[in-house]
């Protein structure tokens, strides 16, 4: 089982960067593949970012070239760093660890906000 916690949201102009994390405890986290979903207020929460066990990444369109995941399996951490940011990027983001015969698990969110 992993338990999973985000940090690092907060409030940013329009074109400035954060960098947020998914801590995790619990064993295994390296056979995890790690997502970042984000959810807008009246929106679906939609798949920003991927990064799988051995580090292969996929981004949205919405995000590519602006935002970066990566991981750190020591650390039990993945983060998201996020340049240029819009205001179109506001929404709570959460990390997502899951995996074949692993389960899925959610952390709670952290919430971004840019403003114009």
């Known amino acids: 089982q992993v338990h999973l916690v985000e940090s690092g949201g907060g409030l940013v102009q329009s074109g400035g960067s954060l960098r947020l994390s998914c801590a995790a405890s619990?064993?295994?986290?390296?056979?995890?593949?790690v997502n970042w979903y984000r959810q807008a207020p009246g929106k679906q929460r939609e798949l920003v970012a991927h990064i799988s066990t051995v580090g292969d990444t996929t981004y949205a369109d919405s995000v590519k070239g602006r935002f970066t995941i990566s991981r750190d399996n020591a650390k039990k951490k993945v983060d998201l760093q996020m340049n240029s940011l819009k205001p179109e990027d506001t929404a709570v983001y959460y990390c997502?660890?899951?995996?074949?015969?692993?389960?899925?698990?959610w952390g709670q969110g952290t919430q971004v906000t840019v403003s114009s």
């Open positions: 997502n660890a899951g995996g074949v015969n692993l389960g899925d698990y």
């Open positions: 619990g064993n295994m986290f390296s056979f995890y593949v």
